[in-house]
Each structure stands twice: as structure tokens, then as C-alpha cells.
């Protein structure tokens, strides 16, 4: 069975901090997608990034950083200069295309950026 | 080109009451998904669909719970009677192809069953 951990239920930081937010993964499968999601506070949940179980290389897109490391079973996720815009529950999630399993997601980490 | 779209937004019914939740997936897209947000329990999938047959309706909590795709535009779930235990947000997603690619949401129905 799949399984993800989320161990940082919330986490508070001040604008421009750097934080990360951390994700360990289970699965006996060696070909898997992992995924981070967003859900600000008006509640939809917005996609931010897939990747797939045999690219580990590193992925930046403006603030925003993913550290996949297979090694440890993590897939971090990391906001650099955090702004209050960023402040939302981030999702990591996990799905297994044989046996097409669906999405399995952590419980989410609530992340707070004060101004 | 319109999102998945849930209906309706809120819902707020007293408990022993039949509710139905109403969603559009994106068209052209051939797996549907119901998730429970929870605090307690997070984001668990409760069924989904391909090409309008369910495939894994394990999560579903009780016999109370159903859920149809009668075509590939709409799909129902729904509770009966309802319980305050039921009170969630209840997301609806779809994706193109296999269950295991990228889900696009809905913006989700709060239901609150006093």
C-alpha cells in the first residue's frame, strides 16, 4: 500500500524567510508520481508539480523548489522569500500507474507567512 | 475551457436528510473522483470512476453513501440518511486518462449536517 507523511502539521514563518516543507513517501512500487498541491484559503486545491519516480533531478520554478531524493523516500518542497500569498495548506501526494492507483495524499501542512 | 465544477457550494442540511452532490468533470476527461476533506482525517478517497464505470468504491464510508456516473458530463454522490459525522468538504476531480495522472478540482461542496 501507499502511504505519505507529512510530519509538519503547521508551520509559522515571518515574510521572506525561506521555508521548507517536508514529504516521506511509502510505496513497494519502483515506478511512482509524486505530487505537491496547494489549497489557499479559499479552499480549491491547485495543482503545483508532478514528477515522476525516475527523474530526481531537482525542479525550480520561481520561488518555489522541489528536492526529490530517493534515497530517504522525500520529496520536499521549499518557498523561498515566502510571501503571506503563500500562506495555504500544501498537499504532497503520491499515485502508482500500475494497478492505476489513484492519488494518495499526506495530511497536508498548514503554512502561515506573517506580514 | 470550464474547470470541474461542483454543485452546489454549500450545503447545510439536518441530519436524516437525503443530500446530493452534483459535479461536471472536465470533458474529454475519462476518470471521475470523489474525495472527503477532513480535519481529522485529510483528504480520502472516497470513489472513482473510468469511463463511467466505478472502479474502487472501497473508501465509501457506509451503505448510506452512493455514488453514479450516469454519462461522461455528470456524476452524483449521494448520502442517505445524512449524519453529522458526514459534515466534510466533499472535492470532486477529474483527470484524462489513468487514475494515477494529475487530478484537476473542483472547488469543492462544505457540507454541514446539523
Known amino acids: 500500500a501507499q502511504k505519505v507523511t507529512q510530519a509538519q502539521t503547521e508551520i509559522s514563518v515571518v515574510e521572506k524567510e525561506d521555508v521548507t516543507l517536508d514529504c516521506v513517501y511509502e510505496t513497494r512500487d519502483t515506478t511512482y508520481y509524486l505530487f505537491w498541491y496547494k489549497q489557499p484559503p479559499s479552499g480549491e486545491l491547485v495543482f503545483l508539480i508532478r514528477?515522476?519516480?525516475?527523474?530526481?533531478q531537482n525542479e525550480i520554478s520561481g520561488r518555489y523548489s522541489w528536492n526529490f531524493q530517493k534515497s530517504t523516500s522525500s520529496f520536499n518542497f521549499t518557498i523561498t522569500a515566502s510571501q503571506v500569498v503563500d500562506s495555504a495548506v500544501y498537499f504532497c501526494?503520491?499515485?502508482?500507474?500500475?494497478?492505476?492507483?489513484?492519488?494518495?495524499f499526506g495530511k497536508g501542512t498548514r503554512l502561515s507567512v506573517i506580514a | 475551457d470550464a474547470g470541474v465544477i461542483q454543485s452546489p457550494r454549500h450545503e447545510v442540511t439536518e441530519m436524516g436528510q437525503e443530500v446530493t452532490l452534483r459535479c461536471k468533470p472536465i470533458s474529454g476527461h475519462n476518470s471521475l473522483f470523489w474525495y472527503r476533506q477532513t480535519m481529522m482525517r485529510g483528504l480520502e478517497l472516497l470513489i472513482y470512476?473510468?469511463?463511467?464505470?466505478?472502479?474502487?468504491d472501497s473508501g465509501m464510508p457506509e451503505d448510506r453513501f452512493s455514488a453514479k456516473m450516469p454519462n461522461a458530463s455528470f456524476s452524483t454522490l449521494k448520502i442517505q440518511p445524512s449524519e453529522p459525522r458526514d459534515s466534510a468538504v466533499y472535492f470532486c476531480a477529474s483527470s484524462p486518462g489513468q487514475a494515477s495522472e494529475k487530478l484537476f478540482f473542483g472547488s469543492g461542496t462544505q457540507l454541514s449536517v446539523l
Open positions: 501526494a503520491l499515485s502508482v500507474p500500475s494497478g492505476n492507483t489513484p492519488l494518495v
Open positions: 514528477r515522476n519516480s525516475f527523474d530526481e
Open positions: 470512476f473510468n469511463n463511467n464505470v466505478p472502479i474502487d
